[in-house]
């Protein structure tokens, strides 16, 4: 029941911020938009976007090779899909992340249980990361940067960007340094920590990852082009609308701060979190004097909200196919096999 409740919860809150974004909308200038735009960049947007997906899935293999757990890449692309399949259309308290995770536990021997399933929360931390620093690198890299306005202050995207570098910094110090956490005894806690026993494995299997750092290097490469790629897309979205001043560095630097805050926000899919974040960073980078009023900016943003959406639905609809196929399901006679191999290459 408190389950219900929570995902009416949720999807209530959804529901508010897609009314939030429609209120006073011209939907006239909005439909308007969207038929206008050009067919050929939102196609070539969303192939780009749905291959970029498959591409995440090399980068959760990568990681899990460091943990000698093996899943061969046709696999873990059918359960990326189906991760973003259930993220994106399901409300239920069932996540894509969860499903993967519970797939790699079953697909390991029984020691190795728990750094399968911190494969997928790594996955996860190491793409918002790799993201950010993505991000922060097309901030700094812009000539003329641009604010956004909050409560009556025009706050610089920069500065945002060196809040954000400032964190993940001393994230990063916290986890890798053992000077700092022997400092700050990080291990003693953890020690005292409910579930202590499982806290201390998901350290160790941090620890493994510091090891073995080839596997998060390719991790890393897989995150900033795949990232860029499907930042690119949103970009086409804005050539496709022909929103004028929006340049791929813009679009480099607004996407990953919604994504990330989002990603904070568990509603289906981000639906309407993400749409409310990118109207302000995307009206403040646009060219405003190359339209005829700041009502015509506003709904050329809303319609590339509205197409970004789309875009989303239509790369996770592959996943909805994987369950009927059963293709998610591990079977014992491969696993077996896999697990041969990996005690095979670690004797060799």
């Not at 209530?12 to 969207?34: F, H």
Request: aromatic share 8%; proline share 5%; with cysteine.
């Amino acid at each position: 029941m408190a389950k219900k409740l929570k995902n009416f919860l949720w999807l209530g809150i959804s529901a508010l911020a897609v009314a939030w974004l429609i209120r006073g909308m011209d939907m006239e200038m909005v439909t308007n938009a969207l038929t206008k735009s050009n067919p050929r960049w939102l196609i070539l947007a969303v192939v780009l976007f749905t291959c970029v997906q498959a591409a995440l899935a090399k980068r959760w293999t990568s990681l899990l090779r460091s943990h000698d757990i093996l899943i061969p890449f046709p696999q873990a692309a059918r359960l990326t899909f189906l991760g973003l399949f259930y993220n994106n259309f399901m409300p239920g308290s069932v996540g894509g992340d969860i499903l993967k995770a519970w797939y790699a536990t079953h697909h390991c021997q029984p020691e190795k249980k728990i750094h399968a399933a911190l494969s997928v929360l790594f996955d996860r931390v190491l793409g918002l990361t790799g993201t950010l620093v993505l991000g922060s690198i097309a901030a700094l890299s812009l000539k003329n940067s641009f604010r956004l306005p909050v409560r009556g202050f025009n706050i610089d995207i920069k500065l945002i960007i060196i809040v954000i570098i400032s964190t993940i910094a001393i994230s990063g110090c916290l986890i890798a340094s053992k000077r700092i956490r022997k400092t700050l005894r990080i291990s003693l806690l953890l020690q005292k920590l409910p579930f202590q026993k499982k806290l201390q494995e998901i350290d160790k299997g941090i620890a493994i990852y510091k090891r073995r750092p080839g596997g998060v290097v390719v991790a890393l490469l897989i995150t900033f082009t795949a990232q860029t790629l499907a930042i690119s897309s949103v970009w086409l979205l804005t050539i496709a609308l022909d929103i004028k001043g929006i340049s791929l560095l813009h679009c480099l630097t607004i996407m990953p701060i919604v994504w990330v805050i989002s990603a904070a926000v568990p509603v289906p899919g981000g639906l309407g979190v993400i749409e409310n974040l990118m109207v302000p960073f995307f009206i403040a980078a646009a060219d405003s004097s190359a339209f005829e009023s700041p009502e015509q900016l506003e709904a050329r943003v809303i319609a590339l909200t509205i197409l970004n959406r789309m875009m989303i639905y239509i790369s996770s609809a592959p996943g909805g196919l994987v369950p009927i196929f059963g293709g998610h399901l591990p079977k014992q006679a491969e696993m077996a096999k896999e697990i041969a191999q990996v005690e095979e290459e670690s004797s060799n």
